[in-house]
Every structure is written in C-alpha cells, then in structure tokens.
C-alpha cells in the first residue's frame, strides 16, 4: 500500500512563496504518477497540477498561470509543488494524489492514493 504525506503548507503573505512535499512509502515513487489538489472550506476538491512519472506530460489548472512548479525526486521517494506569487484564493488544503495510470485530465477520480492535507493559508 502506499503511503503519501505533505508537508510544508503554513502562513504565507500575497506575492510569497511555498515548496510543498509528498513523500511517499511503502512502493517506489517511480511507479506513480502524481497529482496535487486542494480544497478550500465550502469547496470542491480541484486539480491543480498532475505530471506524468517522467515528467513528460503535465495538466496546471487555468489558475497556475505559470505560478507553480511540480517536480519530484525519486531517489527520495519525495514530490514537490513549488509556489510563487501566491494570492489569498491559493489559500486551502493541499494534498498531493498518486496513481500507477496517467490519464491527463487531473481530476480527483483518476486517483487512488492520497495523503492528508497541509493547509496553505494566504493572508496579510
């Protein structure tokens, strides 16, 4: 079974920066790829950037706008989303999302593994 948990979610001002990660146990992270979403209260769960294990292929949702970064390290087993210029909509819960199938859409239901959550709060 696979094991994924976020990390480095926190305070943050409009315009700052956050690097989220997922790390991952039980399988290898070179077998899945990964997906991150988020949640804000009253919401429903949404993509926000999926990339294939290769990195060849990635789906951002029309509110990255070039925002974000997704990468990952597979030597340790880690993914990680890098934020920048962050406005108060970015704030909400963010989870990170695997799957052995790529499929290209980031929806929640090409997903089976997920974390917990690290909330990402955006305010001055």
């Known amino acids: 079974q696979l094991h994924l948990v976020e990390s480095g979610g926190g305070l943050v001002q409009p315009g700052g920066s956050l690097r989220l990660s997922c790390v991952a146990s039980g399988f290898p992270l070179d077998y899945f790829h990964i997906g991150w979403f988020r949640q804000a209260p009253g919401k429903e769960r949404e993509g926000v950037y999926c990339g294939s294990s290769s990195g060849g292929s990635t789906t951002a949702a029309d509110f990255v706008q070039g925002r974000f970064i997704i990468s990952r390290d597979n030597a340790k087993n880690t993914a990680y989303l890098e934020m920048y210029s962050l406005k108060p909509e970015d704030t909400a819960i963010y989870y990170c999302?695997?799957?052995?199938?790529?499929?290209?859409?980031?929806?929640?239901?090409?997903?089976?593994?997920w974390g917990q959550g690290t909330q990402v709060t955006v305010s001055s």
């Open positions: 999302a695997a799957d052995r199938v790529f499929r290209g859409d980031c929806l929640r239901d090409e997903y089976d593994y």
